[in-house]
């Protein structure tokens, strides 16, 4: 199943900006999340994909791209 609309989705409303990047665009770097909106981010990929992300996985480099949300994702079997 592709993620990539419901990850984008979720990062439009966290962004609350238009966006496109690409699957290995930093969203961090890019100025498209920080260090506080990265709990809103993943609070919304935990809606949105029905899984829970434990605390010990908030880390920067697990959502730094689209395609390491998407790796994750699928990790999680979602």
Do not use: N
């Not at 409303?13 to 238009?18: G, M």
């Not at 961090?28 to 809103?40: E, Q």
């Not at 981010?41 to 010990?56: A, K, M, Q």
Request: hydrophobic share 40%.
């Amino acid at each position: 199943m592709d993620k990539k609309p419901g990850i984008l989705k979720v990062l439009q409303a966290v962004a609350d900006e238009p966006i496109t990047p690409g699957p290995d665009d930093s969203l961090f770097t890019s100025g498209l999340l920080d260090s506080f909106a990265l709990t809103d981010f993943v609070t919304g990929l935990e809606e949105e994909f029905d899984v829970t992300i434990p605390d010990s996985d908030f880390s920067a480099r697990k959502f730094d791209t689209i395609a390491k949300v998407e790796a994750y994702l699928d990790s999680k079997g979602k």
